[in-house]
């Protein structure tokens, strides 16, 4: 079982070089993400986007140019439409957000124009943490998709988070539903759903192990479970996190890498080819990190 993300090198290696295509890499984090993976072999390369901002890009990075296929297209929602196209019709096998903002680029992999949806499926984001205070992979969502998911959204963003758990090499996660209280209210929908879901893993009804609502720090500190005793299948010992909205899911993520000296690689689920989907300040581990993420789970899941 991967228990670290730099296990993750040896898994890609597997694989097989693929194409990567990068919707405007002006930044120089994703640069040096892309050459990292590039000198192992591990991608060749597609920038599109504006041919002087790539040149400087590349220039600050200290990145030669000549080993890189360059698309110039002056505006950036033209240069992303055509970095997605690249993948939907097989010039390119994995899409990557460079500096462009989430907004934008989610609407652009949605677009019908694109191509890149799955017939029925919903798309969730699915991250994936290395937090240096714990001994294993965390696994949560959605943090950038989904706004306030009801109850089938929830099991989908489950599903999405159980796969990636068994790709990795976890064939019996535990899920956690996080909430504010353990106790179930009328007044929290959050809690209410969590329970429903709990009882439903409870009932034989999901191939995985699901507990809720929990407080956060019950699903994934030990102490804290002890102390608060609460008492159910998991016990400070989760393996993924749902969250209940996707305010709380981006927080979470975005205090882990600026606070807490977490790395978190992540991409998109239910798109027909994988997708990349970092924030633009994420470090230049984590966009490294979820290209080999992209790489090992495929379109799995």
Do not use: W
């Amino acid at each position: 079982m991967i228990t670290k993300l730099e296990q993750l090198v040896e898994r890609a290696s597997k694989v097989g070089r693929k194409k990567l295509s990068v919707a405007c890499p002006y930044d120089g984090h994703t640069m040096v993400a892309v050459e990292r993976a590039r000198n192992q072999g591990l991608v060749d390369v597609v920038f599109t986007g504006n041919l002087e901002r790539i040149k400087d890009a590349a220039a600050k990075a200290n990145i030669d140019l000549s080993n890189y296929e360059v698309c110039d297209i002056p505006f950036d929602d033209a240069a992303l439409q055509t970095a997605c196209r690249k993948v939907s019709v097989g010039e390119a096998d994995i899409l990557m957000k460079g500096l462009i903002s989430s907004e934008k680029y989610l609407k652009a992999v949605l677009s019908r124009n694109t191509g890149l949806l799955t017939l029925g499926s919903t798309i969730n984001h699915v991250a994936v943490m290395e937090n240096p205070n714990m001994d294993r992979l965390l696994i949560f969502g959605d943090s950038a998709v989904m706004p306030t998911p009801d109850l089938k959204q929830k099991l989908q963003i489950l599903n999405a988070l159980v796969s990636m758990a068994r790709i990795l090499g976890n064939d019996n996660p535990k899920v956690a539903f996080v909430a504010a209280t353990e106790l179930i209210s009328s007044a929290i929908v959050a809690g209410q759903d969590a329970a429903i879901i709990s009882k439903m893993s409870e009932r034989g009804q999901l191939d995985c192990i699901v507990d809720g609502p929990l407080g956060l720090d019950v699903a994934i500190n030990r102490e804290a479970a002890d102390i608060k005793n609460v008492k159910g299948s998991i016990h400070g010992d989760a393996d993924c996190l749902v969250f209940p909205e996707i305010e709380a899911g981006n927080a979470f993520y975005k205090a882990n890498t600026k606070l807490a000296n977490s790395t978190i690689a992540a991409v998109l689920a239910g798109v027909k080819s994988p997708v990349v989907m970092t924030s633009r300040a994420d470090s230049i581990d984590s966009k490294y990190y979820s290209i080999l993420l992209a790489l090992v789970a495929g379109t799995v899941f």
